[in-house]
């Protein structure tokens, strides 16, 4: 029986080599160079443009989970995170609903309905006396603001009377609106929220 010796390879041939280490180098750079890029623009604070709240961003949220609301009955008005309800909570000065009062109530309340079937995971918890008409009613619960919400909210500023805020379903603040905000804004963080699970 005849066997037929082994080739020996044949030596690589060295454009080959440079081509296969060229491809090499532009693979490592386009994967470790977007990460690198990546983590830059992360630690510098940058975020897309759509990705940016119109209200102010707590940091950190201020925590109410042991400060529910009162409700007008004097009941507390409890969180319930398991059924994934976000309130907008808005503290009114003493006294009557004013016009402007009045305007941030119909604005308030067309973002309500604007929620459509998402609705029912957006409650308004209205800290102050109601207005008397413009805002619909089924979307407002009327409450007392414990004082540990004042304590423990950002200071008032003069020229913010009628604050607005985000609560997640457990009860910690995470948006702050000014008195006057552009309503359109708090419809937008809205839908954004109410798309997370």
């Not at 454009?15 to 532009?26: G, Q």
């Not at 961003?57 to 609301?69: E, G, K, N």
């Not at 209205?126 to 004082?147: K, S």
Request: charged share 20%; net charge neutral; with cysteine.
């Amino acid at each position: 029986m005849n066997r037929t010796p082994p080739v020996a390879p044949a030596p690589p041939d060295g454009r080959n080599v440079r081509a296969a280490r060229r491809v090499m180098l532009i693979l490592f750079a386009l994967f470790f160079g977007g990460a690198l890029v990546a983590g830059l623009l992360r630690f510098s604070g940058w975020q897309p443009g759509g990705s940016k709240a119109h209200g102010t961003l707590l940091q950190p949220a201020v925590d109410l989970r042991d400060a529910p609301a009162q409700g007008a009955d004097g009941e507390p008005h409890p969180w319930a995170p398991a059924e994934r309800v976000w309130r907008v909570a808005v503290l009114l000065p003493p006294g009557p609903c004013d016009g402007e009062c009045e305007t941030l109530a119909a604005g308030v309340g067309k973002v309500w309905e604007l929620m459509g079937h998402r609705a029912d995971k957006v409650e308004v918890l209205w800290a102050g006396a109601l207005p008397a008409a413009g805002a619909p009613a089924r979307a407002f619960v009327q409450v007392e603001a414990p004082d540990a919400w004042r304590e423990r909210l950002p200071p008032a500023a003069a020229d913010d009377p009628m604050p607005t805020y985000v609560i997640d379903p457990s009860g910690f603040v995470v948006l702050h609106y000014p008195t006057g905000f552009d309503i359109a804004g708090l419809r937008a963080d809205l839908a954004t929220l109410l798309k997370l699970k």
